[in-house]
């Protein structure tokens, strides 16, 4: 796993360490949590792109489509 610099300010930093609190932990989720709304702006992104269709759609293929985006 590769180390990388986060930069905080000094009293986040001292609030952080007064409370214990695991940094490292903290700025994974917090970068995973990014990522996930990313792709899922990235997904909406595609799905507006989309011709509109003329006939009705199931939520299960509203389910489908999304799973062969996601990979669930």
């Known amino acids: 796993m590769p180390k990388v610099n986060?930069?905080?300010?000094?009293?986040?930093y001292a609030e952080l360490r007064r409370r214990d609190l695991p940094i490292s932990q903290i700025?994974?989720?917090a970068f995973s949590t990014e990522l996930a709304k990313a792709?899922?702006?990235e997904w909406i992104a595609?799905?507006?792109?989309?011709?509109?269709r003329r006939t009705a759609i199931t939520t299960e293929d509203l389910m489908s489509a999304a799973r062969d985006d996601f990979g669930s």
């Open 39 to 41: 792709s899922n702006a």
């Open 27 to 29: 700025a994974q989720r």
């Open 6 to 12: 986060v930069y905080v300010p000094d009293e986040m």
């Open 46 to 52: 595609r799905a507006r792109k989309r011709p509109l």
